[in-house]
């Protein structure tokens, strides 16, 4: 299939190519109309010698897609998992509606849905993974052999873990820090998608009014192809807006795992504490065996010894959990910390774009808004 | 002015404009304006696109000598004319007294017209005294249009009468008053102007002039003694039309500039808001800091430049509009008494008919109306060319002005976005 260490991407050609509308019977046998996306995917060298094969395709709706990204998150908890396209439009403004049948919406979404593809095929650990190559491949049966992981299971129990409150005793700083800046990044970008959605609004009321005067100052053509590149750069934003989701994911992973394992380590030592004063008679601890004992008198020889050994074989037990639990934790912050990195780099990079389209994105208005004033005082000129 | 012999009636409308010879004209063939106004009527719609070209100096306009050859231009481009008077108002003065506190304008004169005694001058001067003035020109010259005053009142809680911006705008279009009048072939050499601009004590003279007034009827007062006009000659129709027409287009260009101000200034409170969110991440970010910081400032620049351009629309474009929508009120006027003066004559025309044998008293009478309705058809065409340019001029000059501001705006942007994009 294909090679550890090498990136998917190198290899196939992805995209999502087109969306269809389907009726079918959902769970509770009820029609519903529901988009499915047309996955197209090509080896590479092949259409670089020249040839061209026709592409392998199959058809995916979007909650294969949501089935997919939690299977990931389960198992691969260290990584930055790229986000999907949200399932509802957000963030809009008049003149976009939120119908999720609508047809720019359904497009955009296309859009992102090839976008998820192409990261977590470019991801150096996710690309790897077989089930992503069996989504990708084979249309019938994904779903069993999804289920057949037993991912469900670990993800509902990690679930009720981290929704759960619980409090680190010794956080790693690096991670604490992370965290915050997740956080931060989150409230940011939905404040600016938020600002920037009612800047739109309000742009696209100016242009409106002026188009009243008459012909000669008609933006109207041009409005639409600035919209939409301002929905893209919105999209842009939007795609970080939930990565800082998943950052803020990984975070918490994190502390859970932490936590567990200071769970161990506590567990343990306090088995080792019993041992000692089961072994040397001193109580230090208050216990209420140990008060029943004062009241009704002492356990035999035998009694405190079969406890002993009950304890050693727990301790024994503790030990390794700690060692599993430490190797753990050490393994998630290493593999962890060099997905930050990457993922830190490829947000920089994305971002400086974006910010750079936008930039290029206004220049452009402004040439057409100077073209359009230019044209207007020719014919006052006139006048 | 009136002059010449009292030629054949041509005011019962069938004649177009051209042959109808004006007293004072040299050449009058060169007359354009029939085809002008059917065109501008028609042409309305496109809203003055395709109006046809008309160069701002018409030498076609009749009345005589060189005072004509000062055409009104508002601009200080020429075209090889000279004028003979200047006229600025400028630094607006607060005065508080007992009674009252008002503002004062300094009006400074340069001329070289025998008329004046002294070749230049400077008076102060309220504005009660531009009304008076206005008032008088009325009064002394009826069958000239007369160019309008900003408006008189204001509503004390709205609007602060103190405030810089309504004095610049006060004071802008006081300028364009006295301007245009100074420019007028007849009313500049007004007795009123001429004391209005040179008199130290305004205040005497007016109380002289009202004694004055009394004794002697010192202007053609045109008695509106309810006379119906049968038919408005198709030249003076077709102005109306026109003004109707055009009042209509000023109408709706004002409240479409009034929404885009209002659009602009709600866009521009978001875009305020917008800026600092990029500035915010910033704070947050490394590598992404500095364009970060740099979209911020952009967005700042963007902000005040599209300020900038909304306060010229409310300042310089929007007056325009209304001191035209006042102009067309008053020509209006103009038209009416015009046709009152016309229906006089008609009237009188019809009594002498029946009246045959009575051929030595009433003609004079019936001459004296047939005079005036030339002579008032006369100026108000003669005015009514000038208007015509100057209203073109004027708006050629708004609407470029604005096509510019907006231009600048864009450039603005431009120039900050590209500088932006070098980060």
Redesign the interface.
Known sequence: MVEEGAHLVKKMEICVAEAEKRMGKNSVNIQETYTVYLIETRPIDAVAEGQNPAPDSLWRRYSEFELLRNYLLVTYPFVVVPPLPEKRAEFVWHKLSADNMDPDFVERRRVGLENFLLRVASHSVLSNDKIFYHFLKEESGWKEVVFETGFQAKADSRLRALNATFRVKTPDKRFTELKHYSDELQSVTSQLLRVRARVADRLYGVYKVHGNYGRVFRYASSIDDILEEEEHYADQLKEYLFYAEALRAVCRKHELMQYELETAVLDLTSKKQQREELATGTVRTFSFKGMTTKLFGQETQEQREAKLQVLEEQIIEGEELVKEKTVECEEFVKNAWVDMERFKEQKDRDLKEALINYAIMQIGVCKKGIQVWANAKECFSKM | MSAGTPKSLPSSGQKSIQDISHPLSAEDSVLTPSPDIGNTTSSIG????S?P??TPVDTSSPASSSSLLNRLQLDDDLDGETRDLFVTVDDPKKHVSTMETYITYRVSTKTTRTEFDLPEYSVRRRYQDFDWLRIKLEESQPTHLIPPLPEKFVMKGVVDRFSEEFVETRRKALDKFLKRVADHPVLSFNEHFNVFLSAKDLNAYKRQGLALLTKMGESVKYVTGGYKLRSRPLEFAAMGDYLDVFTQKLGT?DR?AQ??IK??S??L???R??GP??S??AS?E???QE??EG?SG?IANCSTALEELTEDMSEDFLPVLREYVLYIESMKNVLKKRDQVQAEYEAKLEAVAFRKEERTGVPTDVEKCQDRVECFNADLKADWDRWQNNK?QD??QL??GM??K??Q???K??AF??L??EK
């Open positions: 496109e809203k003055d696109l109006l070209n008309g260009i479409i929404r885009i659009e602009q709600e866009y409170v978001e875009l808001e917008y969110v990029y915010g991440w947050s490394g590598d992404l364009p970060l979209v952009c073109r708006f050629r609407l470029t096509a510019d907006n231009i705006y864009y450039e942007v431009l976005e590209q932006e994009l």
